[in-house]
């Protein structure tokens, strides 16, 4: 097998992009890749996906920030990042030299928020913009704003106006109305879907009996989330399986990875692993080479196949 068998393509009705391989860093979990492009060229990846850039500079939560649970982490950053201006100013040179897929990942709190971000993003030639619907939206009492059908399609129709970029939505892993959401993602012309962000959870300080972190809420991701991620990959593959799907929650190795892909996901998103591994990403792909071969398959062949084999 040559390494054209890891190729995949996220194609939507109005565009597609193809990818050398289907082997992404989640956002937030990578910074912007210059300090790993220091330990193994980043192009080698299938996309680099910068972290959620908000309209204007945050500090983030107070800390604690991170909990080590079985198998993950809850986090509470809180969208820590220095605001868009900075980012086109000082990341946007490093993400614009590689030749690699090049996505940007976007955080409104207002649907103007996310307008706003996607104006300042548009005149670059980046490949894709992730819009990051899994955050708090301030004027509808903090919820998500996927997590309302009517704001979720406002803000999607609105950013899809300004750009004619390839767009992703992320999405929330806790939903109950995934087809609903799904829906409202094709119909405003968005090209891809990211399953998903990380699950609310909660610790709290047995001696102090006050919960472990200042927001009380949490984001639970790593391996312990990975049955849930590929449970909503799969319902998604299968109620909208022409809307092209990155899966992402507790990937670890190949043989995960694999696992998204036969459920529906036509590449994936691997986040607290490079935490704990730097080089989980090149390994990653070079055993999934290994995998091509051995079972003499090409990826794209084998999207949604676990649906085909009932
Ligand atoms: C420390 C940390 C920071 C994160 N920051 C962001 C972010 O800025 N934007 C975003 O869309 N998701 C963010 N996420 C969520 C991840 O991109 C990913 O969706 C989630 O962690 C699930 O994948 P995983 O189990 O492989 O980590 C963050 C996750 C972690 C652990």
Redesign the pocket.
Known sequence: MSNNSMQVTLQSSGRSIQLKNPIVP????FGDGSIVNSLYDVNQLGALLT??ITLHSRQGNPSPRIYETPGG?L?S?G?ENKGVKWFLEEVMPFVLSLHTSKWI?I?GFTVDEFVELTRAINPYEVDAIEV?VSCPNIHKNGIQFCQNKDVLQDTLHRVRKVTDHFLIA?IALETNSLSEILEVIQQEGFDAVCI???IRGIAIDPISRKPFFHQIFA?L??PA?KPIALRVVWEAFSSHPTLPIIG????QCASDVIEFICAGASAV?????NLVDPFILPNIIQDIDTYCTNHEVTLSSIIGSSHRSL
């Open positions: 989640a956002s937030g979990t972290k959620s982490i986090n950053v969208l990942s955080a990051n992320k998903g962000n990380t984001g991701s790593g989330i992402c929650g507790g990937i998103e691997v986040g607290t692993m």
